[in-house]
């Protein structure tokens, strides 16, 4: 009986090439035949005995201490690599009561690029030091953003990073009280006093503004999406200072600061370039919000200055490219925001820290030099000759 059960242990691994060793047939061919002590994963105990060893010997090879034998931490290397072993971190750094053994991020949306590319630093600054990363998506909504931030909590996260969704993140305090580490980026966290690295949205803005009145331009439209973002926030705040400070009055049916999506945004755009005083420039406040106002731009046949921010490809900006691009720079925020994490892992205490990065300026194409009445048919007809030999 024995020997016909060994032989359909032997065919499930020639079955699997040998390599599916978590594979249900494999799995129940170690468990009767006493490979493993129990189902499930398994534990240092099983790679001790199946080595011939001591609990505390297999720890040491495991974990890459001196003093054992070269002979014997060959036989426990591989008893680990039949079995398909593989360390628990965090039940090692519990036991160790060592802190940084898992990081969580909480962010709006990783199919977001500019999302996408600030957690791809993150995860690779704290990869460096060996981190367990972990993340999950709010969508900017602030009761799954609870949800989420004390999920990754309950499993036991030492920090936490966060793109913070709009609203109260006060829930965090009893957690921070008692030792974890929270680091927010690109938006500060409300109700609480944490580590914090952005960028001056408000003057970025002001600054790209600035360039489009001394361009000429006096009729500047600004789209936006939801108003409640501290970033878009800040961006459209820093508009109204720069119209402010140039002593031109704002016309309100240029400025909408709550469009739903990029579609009501085009939408938007569409119908300040069909009115009779239509705007000969544009502030975007959001990258796909840029995009929304290029293809209203190509929808009318028109050429309008656009600052942007945080530009990504897309083929329209090929047709139309920004006059202006205002980047963020989400390599640098994710870079700030981990060293940050592991500055308090390794023992940092003292207050709340904030960094406040300078915005960045690319220029794809030249602001186009307007007469002092700006909104003029001429002027507009300009752009309209311009759109149609970019595109011919």
Known sequence: MRLRFRQRCLTALS?????????????RCRLRSGGVSRRGRPTLA??????????????????????????????????????????????RTLASRRTSAAVGLVI????????????????QNLAARDLQFMSASHGDDPERQRR??????????????????????????????????VVAVDRPLDGVAVDTVVVDNEKAARLGVDGMIKAGHRRIAALSLDSELWTLTERIRGYHHAMEQAGIAVDPALVRSHCADVAEARAVMATMLAADDPPTAV????????RAAIRAMLDAGVVLDLT?????????LLVIP???????????????????????????HGPAREIVLAPLFEHPRPLTQVPPTGSDRTARGARANATARRTA
């Open 46 to 91: 099983d790679v001790a005995a199946k080595a011939g060893v001591s609990l505390k010997t297999a720890s040491r090879v495991i974990n890459g201490e001196y003093g054992v034998a070269p002979a014997t931490a060959s036989r426990v290397q591989d008893a680990a690599r039949d079995l398909g072993f593989r360390p628990n971190h965090l039940a």
């Open 148 to 181: 989420q931030s004390r999920a990754l909590v309950e499993r036991r996260v030492d920090a936490l990073v966060v793109v913070s969704a709009p609203g109260d993140a006060s829930y965090l305090q009893p957690e921070i009280d008692h030792g974890l580490v």
């Open 308 to 316: 942007v921010f945080d530009e990504v490809a897309d083929p329209d």
């Open 15 to 27: 079955f699997t090439g040998g390599s599916d060793l978590a594979g249900p047939a494999f799995r």
């Open 108 to 123: 709006p949306d990783l199919s977001d690029p500019f999302i996408a590319a600030l957690a791809a630093e993150v995860e």
């Open 322 to 348: 920004p006059s202006t691009v205002v980047e963020s720079g989400p390599v640098r925020l994710g870079a700030a925001a981990a060293s940050m994490v592991l500055e308090r892992l390794d023992g940092l």
């Open 283 to 290: 502030l975007a406040a959001k990258g796909g919000v840029g």
